[in-house]
């Protein structure tokens, strides 16, 4: 069941105390000059929670839950302003920098591959090569920049503005800012098949623009046997009563004897118990599960922090550090759903 890794990252998530009340993010946008800003994206990472600034700069976004994820204030030739705690303080005041060298110049580089094969191995690992993956269409492709680092035999991809997805199979268009996106290949080559470990990272907001019922049903399909609802089934420890299988390599475990959940006021803290069995003299903490879903999905987990903390909607810290393989692995951004989503009804 030993496949490739795949780390798939959409979104930076900074954890804090979660309470099940109507939570007030109010402030106000200018600019180093005191000059308010009117139209100023302000959005919850990685949900489809958001608004904009008002002609006096002021804005306000009102939600029934506090969200575990960072809020981000983007305007067009400014620099992001992310706030890792939204609700720390009950207005705030932020002041937008200019961006210097926002245009960078670009050199054409002949690393052996042309833009069209840099450009479908991009979209494998940025969107996936699944049904939901190909159902996405990358609507402003010409902000990408993509490279392959013949020395590490990489390929690297930047945006200079935020990536639009529209997802047809889950009805949402999304705004990526990419971050960071590397696919490591086994040898100096671009196909698929000598991948062998991806990321990305960057922040994200969802737009619900679903016009089908069809698009909304397709949501929990992929909802159910995800990372969300993985992590949910840990942290209430309901595995019983889900699909999901954990394997010590080919032996079905009980999960109890390797996870300690403890519930800090909403928010789980998750640790993992180093396997007696694992054989690796690496001073690193590295422990490996197989996954089973509905007796047919097999994935695999590879843990390299002992403790991360999830919250009741299975978001996690510490997602570069939790590598997924398999039938999860395949998962990319086409799968992606909001941090708020929640399924329509029980599988």
Request: net charge positive; with cysteine; charged share 25%.
């Amino acid at each position: 069941m030993k496949n490739k890794i795949t780390i798939s990252v959409s979104i930076l998530l900074y954890l804090f105390s979660m309470q099940l009340l109507a939570q007030n993010i109010v402030g106000k946008v200018t600019t180093a000059s005191g000059t308010t800003l009117s139209g100023v994206s302000v959005y919850l990472d990685g949900t489809t929670l958001g608004t904009s600034t008002n002609d006096a700069g002021e804005f306000s976004l009102i939600s029934t839950t506090k969200f575990n994820t960072s809020l981000i204030i983007r305007f067009m030739g400014y620099e992001d302003v992310i706030l890792s705690n939204p609700y720390e303080k009950p207005f705030w005041n932020i002041v937008l920098q200019v961006k210097e060298n926002e245009i960078e110049p670009v050199f054409i580089i002949d690393d052996g591959f042309t833009r069209k094969q840099k450009m479908q191995l991009f979209k494998e690992q940025f969107l996936g090569s699944n049904k939901e993956g190909k159902a996405c269409r990358i609507l402003n492709e010409d902000a990408l920049i993509l490279e392959f680092d013949k020395k590490n035999n990489r390929l690297l991809a930047k945006s200079y503005e935020p990536i639009q997805i529209q997802n047809d199979y889950l009805g949402y268009l999304v705004e990526f800012d990419l971050y960071d996106f590397y696919v490591l290949m086994n040898k100096k080559s671009i196909k698929s098949a000598d991948v062998y470990q991806s990321m990305f990272l960057g922040t994200s907001q969802f737009i619900d623009n679903a016009k089908h019922e069809y698009q909304k049903i397709n949501r929990d399909k992929a909802y159910f046997g995800s990372s969300m609802e993985l992590f949910k089934t840990l942290i209430h420890n309901s595995w019983e009563t889900k699909k999901f299988l954990l394997y010590e390599g080919k032996f079905a475990v009980n999960p109890t004897n390797y996870f300690k959940i403890t519930n800090e006021e909403g928010l789980f803290k998750v640790e993992v118990k180093e396997q007696n069995n694992i054989g690796l003299k690496s001073k690193k903490f590295n422990v490996f599960f197989n996954l089973l879903y509905n007796k047919k999905r097999q994935s695999q987990i590879q843990f390299g922090t002992k403790e991360f903390f999830v919250d009741v909607f299975g978001n996690t810290s510490h997602r570069d550090q939790i590598i997924f393989g398999g039938d999860i692995g395949t998962q990319k951004l086409g799968n992606l759903l909001p941090l708020n989503y929640q399924p329509l009804k029980s599988e």
